[in-house]
Every structure is written in C-alpha cells, then in structure tokens.
C-alpha cells in the first residue's frame, strides 16, 4: 500500500502499511508527539477552566488570557512536528490518506486558536468576546482530539484482530500439515 492508496481502502486495513509502521516506530517524532499531545491536553484542561472561571464570573481575564496562549503555543508546536512525522511516516507534510480528515479538522483548530490570537494582540473584541472564541477553538479541539483517539483505538483493534487471524490460520496450517 502506497502513499497515494485512496482512504477507503487503507481503513479496511491496519492503519499503516508495514514500511509505514517501521517509519512510525524509527523515527524520534513520534515520541515528540507522545510528548506533546499529553501536555497540549494538560494545557487545555488548565486554560479551559479559567477561561469559563472568567466568563462566568468576570475575573482572571489575565491568567485566562495566558493559559489560552501558552495552549496555543503548545498546538503550533503539535502541528509543526506533526506535519514533519507525517512526512516521515507517510511521505507527504499534511493530509495523507491515513489521517486526511483529522488534518482537515486540525485546520480549523489552527484557524480558530489563530484567530483568538490575532484578537488580543490587535485588541479585537471585548474580553467576553475572545474567551468566546477561545471556547470554539477549545471545541474544534476536543473534537480533533476524538478524532484521533478513535482512529488510533480502530487502529489497534483492526491490529489485534489481524494478529489473531494470523495466528489462527497458521494454527489451521499446522494442523493440516499433520
């Protein structure tokens, strides 16, 4: 299975082709992701309790303000690596069949967390209106974030499974064979 298989196809399969998991499995972006997405969803957990703490109660608009920064920095970094592991694993920066939809999704993210980040620096909107759009973006987020969660859970099951067929027909095999 090459890069350019269509999608349909790919998911009947395992996520990655054997060339691609021994990629995934050699090369250090992946730990930086394993690094990273943990630490972007400790960032969000954090900063979206302040952000609500100030819309519902009018109060620590900085450390909101921050916390949605620093959560920003966290999801520019993801993305960079991430482009850069997918390059690796599957030769192309962004929307490899594998992972087309989530690069899509993520695209929204990256345009929702920017444009929070273009408010405050430029001043747009009132304070209320940019933890608004912080809450989008947080949103989009969480929806990303499922969306890989449950390709890398149908991953692993169509893995295990395949891995028990295996074993089975060669189970079947060996018993033929005596």
């Excluded at 990273?36 to 957990?45: E, N």
């Excluded at 929204?108 to 967390?113: D, G, K, N, R, S």
Aim: glycine share 6%.
């Amino acid at each position: 299975m090459g890069v350019d298989q269509p999608v349909t196809h790919r998911q009947r399969q395992t996520l990655y082709t054997p060339a691609e998991r021994a990629r995934r499995d050699a090369t250090v972006w992946t730990l930086v992701q394993g690094i990273l997405a943990p630490l972007q969803f400790l960032a969000f957990a954090i900063s979206l309790c302040l952000v609500i703490n100030f819309l519902l109660n009018g109060v620590g608009f900085a450390a909101a303000t921050i916390s949605v920064v620093i959560k920003t920095s966290l999801l520019y970094a993801i993305m960079v690596t991430g482009a850069i592991w997918e390059k690796v694993v599957f030769g192309r920066y962004l929307f490899a069949p594998a992972f087309f939809w989530e690069d899509v999704v993520s695209m929204l993210v990256m345009a929702l967390h920017t444009l929070y980040v273009l408010m405050w620096l430029v001043g747009w909107g009132t304070p209320t209106e940019q933890m608004w759009v912080a809450l989008a973006a947080y949103a989009s987020y969480v929806v990303n974030a499922l969306q890989f969660l449950l390709k890398f859970q149908a991953a692993k099951q169509t893995t295990v499974t395949k891995l028990s067929n295996d074993a089975a027909a060669m189970n079947a095999q060996g018993v033929l064979e005596s």
